[in-house]
């Protein structure tokens, strides 16, 4: 039997990609090995770990949860889109850096995109709050002390640079 | 890791949804949130032929009163919009207490609440909380609609009254009314796990501070959600004492049967449940107004 393809149309990071795709394949996989943006990493896949998280219209989703063919007409962010075209951090990301947010870096992808989406909602976290919003993410090297470190100073160095 | 082969098809109205079910019958699955049926197909535990895709069904989503004191929610309402409705967590506190306690923020960003109780997962909050509302359930199919009570719904491990031709479009119960205190609780492993055993409780008393009438049901401590309204009823027409209410916490201990699992043994779960269902009284006991 071949296989049922349906063509999409989906904007990453504010790219326009079209394509083809089987109605099985998981949004995770069509974005690292068809687009080839494999910042978004794949964990557990059955939305455990968090580690596959990106934005789907603005608002983060395990992409391992969700099938390709479902982004069709959707705007997508994912951790490639994070960093400016000269190549400086986004606040969350120098944040990490600063603070040792991580060691192997696997769930880092994930969790920037569960924080940024999350500090933009909510400007003046408090810790609680942080961990609350990190629940989703799973991290075996840090502990997660370094990253909730990170996030308040992010949200604090965000907040200094709004208008 | 991925899901077996099916045919994916996009509904274009709510009709077409019905009439692709009426076609393929037990071998379509509806997809809306996909945050429990995704995962079963990729350990292809679930195999279904065909996927009916409602996310693009609006008129599915949404939640607020209706017309004779009740409120409604659509099954594709998802979870972060109902967190964020203060309007409706006002009107349901226990919708209040119970979310957070769903999964992670990035499940309740796609999980509906038709998809969480068309999947009859027992150890999940919404079963029971559909329960101890008395919630009725609305379903539909190409011929027609009807209504069935949650009690009713849920007829075993992930197992609904809903036919092969039918789809859940929303839940419909009575908004609370004066002198009404409710309180959902859970005891977990880690945040955002399976509840070990949860309580919903909602009490509305007399104006003299007396238990007038009471709803019990809990989560995760049978193949249903467990409704233990009648091991209340000893406090029916009498003071909230702590007595009364460790009274019904043991009735609760000796009627449920939990199957234990990795986390716990059946008999520690008997005991949170017992735990629990003392102190969420309590708290929807402090809820009506009448407390000291």
Redesign the interface.
Known sequence: ?R??R?DIELSVNGTTYRSAV?????LS?FLRHDLELAGTHVGC???VC?AC?IL?DG????S????A??ANGHELSTVEGLADSNGELHPVQQAMHDHHGLQCGYCTPGILM?MTA?LKQNPEPSEHEVR??L??NLCRCTGYQNIVDAMLAAAQTMRAAAP | ????????I?ASSFDHALALKAQYGDEARF?AG??SL??A???RLARPAV?I?I?GLGELAGAGAAEGGEIRVGALTRY?VLERDTKFLAACPLFADAL?HI?????R??GTIGGNLSHADPASELPAIAVAMQARMRIKSAKGEREVAASEFFQGLLTTDIQSDEMLVGIAFPAPTARTGTCFMEVARR??DFALAGVAAIMTTDAQARCLQMRLALCGVGETPVDASAAAASLIGQPCTGEAIEAVAAEVRGMIDPSGNVHASPDYQRHIAGVLTQRAIGAAYSRTGHAA
């Open positions: 039997m296989p049922e349906h089987e109605s099985r394949t998981l996989d896949e059955h939305g968090g998280t789907f608002a983060p989703v395990r391992c949860l969700m099938l063919v479902q569960t999350f609350e919003a629940s989703g | 890791m991925k899901p077996a082969p099916f045919k994916y996009a997809l996909g945050q995704i995962p197909m990729n350990f996927l895709d996310n972060h957070p999964a992670h923020p990035q499940i960003n796609r945040r955002g």
